[in-house]
């Protein structure tokens, strides 16, 4: 039997659709395995049949091209009934006694998970990490100076008694420790919403992609747009917004003059002249609906790119948004455009995926 797992991290509630995720992705690849995973733990786990294929898995897929996990690391240890006394010399004898997939690691996170019962972890895990820093670094299994170029250590404790020891790798890893990526909320934003939808800028496009995407002076279009968190965030990068809701859009948005307000049905509206360069939607709307309408913009280049939130239901969650984005992706690979495709559940979303198409053929209309 194997001892090697992949540990998805992910936000409590989700461990099941995690699973799915990790089931069927693995499963198309021929890494064959099994999940396990523990209602509102904030973490699912896959176990391997055959270790050998441990890096295998975690370089399957980045964590960014996934839909729920957080951080996905390739466990090769497991630590159970851990002593209260010398727990540094304990996991270094663990590290001693199994097989370290490499000889030394350019960093190390000390993790738990994202859950109440999480928290009271998150202190012990800050002052664990310095002396094991040290303790690594004197047994030669870590770099003198931290090096983000090298394979990543990480010591994740499911509780005070046991933890998992894996590690990551940078191209295929989330660079936030716990895998999230808090913003702070801008006090002149109408409303919370608006850390969403700057979550999937700055984490779902690449540099390139946001200068491109959201350049001063383009224009966009904000369906479900009120009170206007979302606006905000376009507005604030130079954008023209056309705000589409019948609810009131906050003052301070009007008052740059780079929004208009129309109170209309988002799924009627068409783009005042034509065309638009980004498309943006936070409808609560039936998820395949909104896919559509989103489909219905891009193929007849009514916009040029699209971010869009898909709220979703209690249950059959992966399939759900698995189903409604490759409707939408054949639909888009109908076209001679072609396009790069990302859906995340990100830290600030809730009960929601946030999926951005960007527009990647130079010959947009
Ligand atoms: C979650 S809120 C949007 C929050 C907004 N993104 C923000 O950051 O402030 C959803 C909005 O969608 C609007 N909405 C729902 N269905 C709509 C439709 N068919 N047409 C236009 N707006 C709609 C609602 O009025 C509501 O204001």
Not at 80 to 94: F, P, S, W, Y
Not at 134 to 146: D, I, M, V, Y
Request: charged residues 25%.
């Amino acid at each position: 039997m194997s001892n090697t797992s992949v540990l998805a991290y992910c936000r409590p509630g989700y461990e099941n659709d995690t699973a799915n995720e990790l089931t069927t992705r693995y499963g198309e690849a021929a890494i064959y395995g099994y999940p396990v995973s523990k209602k509102q733990s904030g973490f699912a786990l896959y176990h391997l049949y055959d270790d050998t294929q441990l890096e295998n898995a975690i370089t399957q897929f980045a964590v960014s091209q996934s839909i729920f996990p957080r951080q996905l690391v390739a466990v090769f240890c497991a630590m159970k009934d851990i002593e209260k006394d010398d727990r540094v010399g304990q996991v270094l004898e663990a590290l001693k006694e199994g097989e370290l997939p490499y000889s030394i690691f350019g960093a190390i996170d000390v993790e738990y998970p994202d859950t109440e019962d999480g928290k009271t972890l998150a202190k012990f895990c800050r002052k664990f990490t310095v002396p094991l820093r040290q303790a690594l670094r004197k047994a030669g299994w870590l770099t003198a100076k931290e090096n983000a170029g090298k394979p990543k250590l990480h010591i994740f404790f499911e509780s005070f008694e046991n933890c998992f020891i894996g590690y990551t790798l940078p191209n295929y890893a989330s660079q936030d420790h716990l895998g999230i990526c808090r913003l702070k909320f801008p006090s002149d934003a109408p409303s919370r919403s608006t850390l969403k939808l700057e979550d999937a800028l700055v984490n779902m496009l690449s540099s390139k992609q946001q200068t491109r995407v959201l350049r001063s002076g383009g224009r966009a279009v904000d369906l479900g747009a009120c009170p206007g968190g979302w606006t905000y965030q376009l507005v604030k990068r130079g954008m023209y917004v056309e705000a589409i809701d019948n609810g009131l859009i906050a003052d301070s948005l009007m008052a740059t003059g780079l929004v208009e307000h129309h109170a209309a049905d988002g799924f009627a509206y068409k783009p005042q002249f034509g065309r638009v360069d980004l498309l943006v939607c936070d409808m609560i709307e039936q998820p395949d609906r909104v896919a559509k309408l989103m489909g219905d913009w891009l193929v007849k280049h009514w916009a040029t790119h699209a971010i869009f939130n898909l709220k979703l239901p209690m249950k059959r969650r992966y399939e759900t948004v698995t189903q409604a984005i490759s409707l939408l992706v054949s639909r888009l690979d109908a076209l001679n455009d072609a396009f790069s495709v990302k859906v995340r559940h990100l830290y600030h979303d809730r009960d929601e995926v946030t999926v951005t198409i960007i527009r990647t053929s130079e010959d947009e209309v």
